[in-house]
């Protein structure tokens, strides 16, 4: 069982940076795969980024690419996502999610635990 606590969020301006951060529980963190998702309201939940489970490998949707940074740390058992550039289309919660195949996709039914999710809104 792994429990994913996500934090960072916040209320920020367009342009501005904010850097979220996911805290796991558990002792097999770095041999899951870590996924963002955001849901904004009204619509469907998205997949954002991805990492592998050593970090060697990482993914992310395009309306994010060269903006958002996904890395974790296997000594913290935590995750980030750093976010640059933020856009007001960029508001929505975003959640944490761990796939035990390691490999990270942006599949969400992949995922196998799930965070509570942490609010982010940009403002024009």
């Known amino acids: 069982q792994v429990q994913l606590v996500e934090s960072g969020g916040g209320l920020v301006q367009a342009g501005g940076s904010l850097r979220l951060s996911c805290a796991a529980s558990g002792r097999t963190f770095s041999t899951y795969a870590m996924g963002w998702f955001r849901q904004a309201p009204g619509k469907e939940r998205e997949f954002v980024a991805a990492?592998?489970?050593?970090?060697?490998?990482?993914y992310y949707t395009d309306s994010v690419k060269g903006r958002f940074t996904i890395s974790r740390d296997n000594a913290m058992s935590t995750v980030y996502l750093l976010m640059n550039g933020l856009k007001p289309e960029d508001t929505a919660v975003y959640y944490c999610?761990?796939?035990?195949?390691?490999?990270?996709?942006?599949?969400?039914?992949?995922?196998?635990?799930w965070g509570q999710g942490t609010q982010v809104t940009v403002s024009s």
């Open positions: 990492i592998s489970w050593g970090g060697s490998r990482t």
């Open positions: 999610a761990a796939d035990r195949l390691g490999y990270g996709t942006g599949l969400s039914a992949a995922y196998d635990y």
